[in-house]
């Protein structure tokens, strides 16, 4: 038997015959067309015609033969099929002749997949289905699936939405693995082992609503100045064993995801609506952060410390901003609760907004939905000073928590975000170079770099709108084990855990700091799982996106020909996004089908033409005319001219990066 050096030695001699003769491993990389790439180990992109690309799947580990063409260009042909991750996918059924065949719903992938006369499950054309891969296409390039389940027609109430829960693997939890009894003991025996907080009124502000409720607030002024405000959040980690089932299931999910017409709990519905949520008149088990804010909102102090606690009250958004916002917030039962946290809420945004990074608010619409579970009407939402007090509230016990596990932990789990993508600071630079010549732009790598140019473009803004181009190249949040710094709230570091009903990362948090309460070894993701856990948020928000477009595509079909009021949302190559400021909808607007020609400036992500152009976040206005529901796109024109605007430089517009 070969020993550790000798299969080491061994592998890589394979490894450098491959290079000798020009085989390389690498991955499917498909694309709009028939065509796709074998992105190699090494960073290269070698191009797979489609003859080849018939031989596989998209994300496919191949072996290839690379050789170059006579125009110098990288080619593959496909040697040796590795591992496929495709097992399940949806799509269309449809027929050809005597052929039936499901086109997937895939990136990438353009071609039709057969499904034997056995394996159809009596689907019917146009169904939307969901099925699993029987055969692979290599080499004959010939794939076969069967139907694992017919989704629904077109048409059907909740398609949209259960289309989207099979495209992702969303699944709901199995019901019966909750035994409330038992529930009922844990509840009372740990409740007893715990600080008494249940003679605070503690309220919580939510929507009217809302069953999950894992958060609640109480304030008080003090005498010598300042406030002390107490977060409770609920603790399900006490109820909820790591490495169960009802865990696993939580994990894989990483949080609940809010669709139209229903809500993916990341926890069993008896769990997160009733044995965790903080209903008033119930004693609940809490994490509660006390915080000692100063009279400038810095907060001066604070305790984590678990406890039991019994809410006084369940509000919501709309009662409390209108007993705050009336003049006379004492006729409120809760009322000097209420007038604490607003006063508290005050003095918190000021620190914010001087000390870190407050953004905007983000246009936020809901669907309402019909009998048929289709949109009726679109209406956008208003953030109250309701609203405020429990961002407020929640940001500063975040940020005493990723303190907490700084100061007393190794590793943990932060939430991050890195500013600007590298392969942009140049774009950004340049632009600040072009509009704003003064400014000094070498520090914009860094949080406290990136904080002050964000400052400066609120407090400085150009005529060209630098801070939404700014916007559009940054780089994604991100998980980390190390509190590293985030730069959209201008913080060194930051970490979440006031809603550990809803989000995995949260209830992960809870243990952490639950550990180290009790002095035990806290408990860790290990990098696999972090990876995991982001992709499962990717996932669930793009079945939560995509679902929510399908409903809005269909409900533009009832609006063709309609005028409204919109911004320019995004540019491409060939025109802009336009997104309506009434209902949200986003539809594309087609420069090019205008006599007046447009040069597209990739740099500044502007269209100017002779007599016009049109900028990121310019008005417009313009009328829905066509919505392709296949490809779920909406369609708009320009209804008016837009203003004459010059362009920004008089250099060449540079070509879209």
Known sequence: MLNSDALTQLKQFKQDLRIANNRFEGT????????????LDDGRECFLNPDEMQKVFPGDRILVEVSQDDKGRDVAKVVQHMRSEL???VGRYFTRGQGHFVEPDLMGMNRWIFIPPKKRQQAHV????????????FPEGKPQAEVVKIIGKPGASGLEVNYMLAKYNLQAHNRASINEAELQKQVAAELEKRKDLRETPFVTIDAASTQDMDDA????????????????IADPSSLIPEGGDIDKYAQRLGSSFYFADRTLPMLPAKLANHFCSLKSGEDRLALVCTMQIDADGAISSYTIEEAAIRCAANLAYEDVAAALTSGDASAHAQGATLQALNDVRTALASHRREHALVNEDRPDYQLELDENGKVKNIYRKINSVAHSIVEEAMVASNRCAADFLKQNTERSLYTSHSGFRPERLDQIKQIVSEQISDYDCSNLHTWEGFKKFMDFLDANPPEVPVKAIANRLLARGALSDQPCPHFGMGLPHYTTFTSPIRKYVDLSIHRQIKGVLKSQKPHTLNDKAIQQLQESLRAGRSAVNESETWLKCEYAQTLIGKTFDGVVQHT???GFQARLDENGIEGMVNLGALQEKFRFDGTYFQHTGEHRQFRLEQPVKVTITAVDMEKK?????????APVAQPVTAEEPQAEQ
Not at 32 to 37: A, C, I, K, V, W
């Open 28 to 39: 499917v990389k498909g694309s709009p067309g028939r065509f796709g790439f074998a992105v």
């Open 87 to 89: 097992k399940y996918f």
């Open 126 to 137: 146009n169904d939307l289905v969901l099925c699993r891969v029987l055969q692979h296409p």
């Open 217 to 232: 607030l109480f304030a008080t002024a003090k005498p010598e100045g300042g406030w002390e405000l107490l977060a409770a």
């Open 572 to 574: 491409t190559g060939s």
């Open 633 to 641: 796109l909406i369609q708009m024109e320009l209804a008016e001219p």
